[in-house]
T-cell receptor, first 112, second 111 residues
């Protein structure tokens, strides 16, 4: 158990819908990262927040957005969902900017 | 960050040592070598990391060559639960960089 929690574990929705994935970092960690893992693309970095501020963006679509709240939990919002958005979404946390990242168990999103 | 090269797959007998190689010939002085593993669709699990010296923890040992162009992750007594995809990642800890995952090595531990 890494100490990072993610909800929900599974999410099934339809194309065109919007969903929110939630991540709670390990106690004391200020950084939260989001990753997407699909069958054809592997694990890809989406976005990083540090202490409430966006610090880096990776291969994140414009339909996707994220935020980190004052209590340091983070939410990843996915809108106008497409079949290709079906994937595992992981968040990770670290103490500061470049420390070791610890991953949560992930949310499996299925878009029908 | 420097690119890494790993074998696609490896086999290991249960109870034997598993030695997973990684080439990172373009690694620079500030870059660390990180190892993660992912057990079937679970979240990636941090194993170990190092800069120059060999490192050991309760999970594994990391051997980095003197020229730092390659490394080996050693699981001293592999068990069936060690079957996973193992990722070797090079990362600059001095500035800011994210983790870039490649395809990793699928390690299959058999009875």
């Amino acid at each position: 158990d890494s100490g990072v929690t993610q909800t929900p574990k599974h999410l099934i929705t339809a194309t065109g819908q919007r969903v929110t994935l939630r991540c709670s970092p390990r106690s004391g960690d200020l950084s939260v990262y989001w990753y997407q893992q699909s069958l054809d693309q592997g694990l890809q970095f989406l976005i990083h927040y540090y202490n409430g501020e966006e610090r880096a963006k990776g291969n994140i679509l414009e339909r996707f957005s994220a935020q980190q709240f004052p209590d340091l939990h983070s939410e990843l919002n996915l809108s106008s969902l497409e079949l290709g958005d079906s994937a595992l979404y992981f968040c990770a946390s670290s103490v500061a900017l470049s420390d070791t990242q610890y991953f949560g168990p992930g949310t499996r999103l299925t878009v029908l | 960050d420097a690119k890494t090269t790993q074998p696609t797959s490896m086999d290991c007998a249960e109870g034997r040592a598993a030695n997973l190689p990684c080439n990172h010939s373009t690694i620079s002085g500030n870059e660390y070598v990180y190892w993660y593993r992912q057990i079937h669709s679970q979240g990636p699990q941090y194993i170990i990391h190092g800069l120059k010296n060999n490192e050991t923890n309760e999970m594994a040992s990391l051997i980095i060559t003197e020229d730092r162009k390659s490394s080996t992750l050693i699981l001293p007594h592999a068990t069936l639960r060690d079957t996973a995809v193992y990722y070797c990642i090079v990362r600059d800890n001095s500035g800011y960089s994210t983790l870039t995952f490649g395809k990793g090595t699928m390690l299959l531990v058999s009875p």
